[in-house]
């Protein structure tokens, strides 16, 4: 089964289905389901059976006709494709509320997100153990990333300190970054940057219940 991308000029919004068809096989996997149709796949998605097919036709032919999608094979190949099928570690900066929460959240590393190193500036949290992790000081991030091997940032930082902390990870030469603060940051072209906003949702939850009530 194929998983390198027959084109890699993909869309941002298939890569995005591709990870929500993970998430709902793996549900269909623990109930014990085996083999999967399109329709059924893309009813539990909220999309159409045309468009799981269009999506996964990008890395090849994938299922039997007739029969459906082995899910395991499936997840398999699409995690591979996306590489996500690896570890991939990852350095924290803000370790407040949010960046503690994030910490406990046992479905990163289930999914082969491995935070290994945890930063903040605040001196008096320096030294502190965070779930297993000791915090360190901003200044020592670029000799852990090259000694830990991390290649993504998440910043969890209050929005006024995201900039800086996006700085400390590009100075340590971290090129992905995850960003939960609510500010957007200013990065060169060769470094990406994914936004985790709420309020955007809450706005688009809000503005759809006004909209309803008028």
């Not at 991030?141 to 969890?156: C, D, P, S």
């Not at 960003?179 to 940057?193: L, Q, S, W, Y």
Request: charge should be neutral.
């Amino acid at each position: 089964m194929p998983t390198e991308p027959k084109s890699k000029h993909i869309p941002r919004a298939t890569i995005q289905r591709l990870a929500t068809y993970v998430q709902v096989l793996e549900n269909f996997a623990r109930d014990g389901v085996e083999v999967i149709s399109s329709n059924p796949l893309a009813e539990a998605c909220g999309v159409n059976g045309s468009q799981v097919r269009k999506d996964l036709a990008y890395f090849g032919e994938f299922g039997i006709r007739g029969v459906g999608y082995h899910i395991t094979s499936l997840i398999a190949a699409i995690t591979s494709s996306l590489g996500v099928d690896r570890e991939w570690r990852m350095a924290l900066v803000g370790v407040g509320n949010l960046g503690k929460a994030i910490l406990n959240h046992g479905e990163f590393r289930a999914r082969g997100f491995n935070i290994v190193g945890i930063f903040d500036c605040d001196p008096f949290k320096i030294g502190e153990i965070v779930h297993g992790l000791e915090v360190h000081c901003t200044k020592d991030l670029k000799a852990m990333v090259a000694e830990q091997n991390i290649e993504i940032g998440i910043i969890t930082t209050p929005p006024e300190r995201a900039q800086r902390a996006a700085q400390h990870l590009m100075d340590a030469g971290i090129t992905s970054i995850l960003n939960f603060a609510p500010a957007r940051i200013k990065t060169p072209d060769h470094v990406h940057v994914e936004y985790v906003d709420f309020f955007h949702h809450l706005y688009a939850l809000a503005f759809d219940h006004t909209s309803q009530h008028r």
